[in-house]
């Protein structure tokens, strides 16, 4: 059984999730994950909207919206929230987390990504903002974990211990744009890494984030609302 508290995985690096838009299409400030739903119904922001490929977060959009916990166990308040996101979904052009070109060329004018991607497409399109809607949002944390059977036990450690030198570090913070858990690491980053305001998660926002709870006897019916989100965007 994987371990409750992590004792056998070490983490690589962290982030959230925000919305990044264009001001001169959708107008306005996104300031609350109810602005974000509000602003994707308008003309000229509708159909150019995405969301990320993660059932959790597009339920927590209007979990958070609603000001619900997205760790809730009540299917009443989950199922209000996919179809909220369902009614959203006719607004929503892809569910991808990762679509820069898009946002750089004008196609999407909004999307919930995570900062590290908000990073790049920034650099590409400088008019774009991001934020971290309130009321809150989702911490979380990529791992290096080895499988209790894995075959090349020792390449995996070498492998490991490559990436978490301090140097492989910072270089990989200035490429990705997700901190590490490398004491210090601010201090040491080189200034003249690009946008490191978005890199980092500020004091103020990194208390509103929460970590997902994964909880088995919840996750089929979690899916099968996700499922209908997508069909109802037509995914």
């Given at each position: 059984?994987?371990?409750?508290?992590?004792?056998y995985?070490?983490?690589k690096?962290?982030?959230?999730?925000?919305?990044i838009?264009?001001?001169?299409?959708?107008?306005?400030?996104?300031?609350?994950?109810?602005?974000?739903?509000?602003?994707?119904?308008?003309?000229?922001?509708?159909?150019?909207?995405?969301?990320?490929?993660?059932?959790?977060?597009?339920?927590?959009?209007?979990?958070?919206?609603?000001?619900?916990?997205?760790?809730?166990?009540?299917?009443?308040d989950?199922?209000?929230?996919?179809?909220?996101?369902k009614?959203?979904?006719?607004?929503?052009?892809?569910?991808?987390?990762f679509?820069?070109?898009?946002?750089?060329?004008?196609?999407?004018?909004?999307?919930?990504?995570?900062?590290?991607?908000?990073?790049?497409?920034?650099?590409?399109?400088?008019?774009?903002?991001?934020?971290?809607?309130?009321?809150?949002?989702?911490?979380?944390?990529?791992?290096?974990?080895?499988?209790?059977?894995?075959?090349?036990?020792?390449?995996?450690?070498?492998?490991?211990?490559?990436?978490?030198?301090?140097?492989?570090?910072?270089?990989?913070?200035?490429?990705?744009?997700?901190?590490?858990a490398?004491?210090?690491?601010?201090?040491?980053?080189?200034?003249?890494?690009?946008l490191?305001?978005?890199?980092?998660?500020?004091?103020?926002?990194?208390?509103?984030?929460?970590?997902?709870?994964?909880?088995?006897?919840?996750?089929?019916?979690?899916?099968?609302?996700?499922?209908?989100?997508?069909?109802?965007?037509?995914?």
């Amino acid at each position: 059984m994987p371990s409750p508290v992590n004792d056998y995985a070490v983490p690589k690096d962290y982030g959230t999730i925000g919305v990044i838009w264009d001001p001169t299409a959708v107008g306005g400030q996104i300031k609350t994950w109810q602005d974000y739903l509000d602003a994707g119904a308008k003309p000229g922001v509708s159909g150019k909207v995405e969301l990320t490929d993660v059932p959790d977060e597009t339920l927590g959009i209007a979990l958070w919206a609603m000001g619900k916990d997205f760790n809730t166990d009540n299917k009443h308040d989950l199922r209000k929230a996919a179809d909220v996101m369902k009614a959203f979904a006719k607004h929503v052009k892809a569910f991808n987390e990762f679509d820069t070109d898009g946002l750089a060329n004008g196609s999407i004018v909004m999307a919930v990504v995570s900062q590290g991607t908000a990073r790049l497409v920034i650099q590409r399109n400088k008019k774009l903002k991001y934020v971290i809607p309130r009321p809150a949002s989702k911490l979380w944390v990529d791992m290096y974990a080895i499988p209790a059977k894995a075959h090349n036990v020792d390449q995996a450690y070498t492998f490991m211990n490559f990436f978490l030198q301090p140097t492989r570090q910072i270089k990989d913070v200035a490429y990705i744009g997700y901190p590490t858990a490398l004491p210090g690491l601010s201090k040491r980053l080189p200034a003249s890494v690009p946008l490191r305001q978005l890199i980092f998660i500020s004091p103020a926002d990194f208390a509103r984030l929460h970590p997902y709870s994964v909880r088995p006897a919840l996750q089929d019916y979690v899916s099968g609302l996700y499922t209908e989100i997508k069909a109802a965007a037509g995914a």
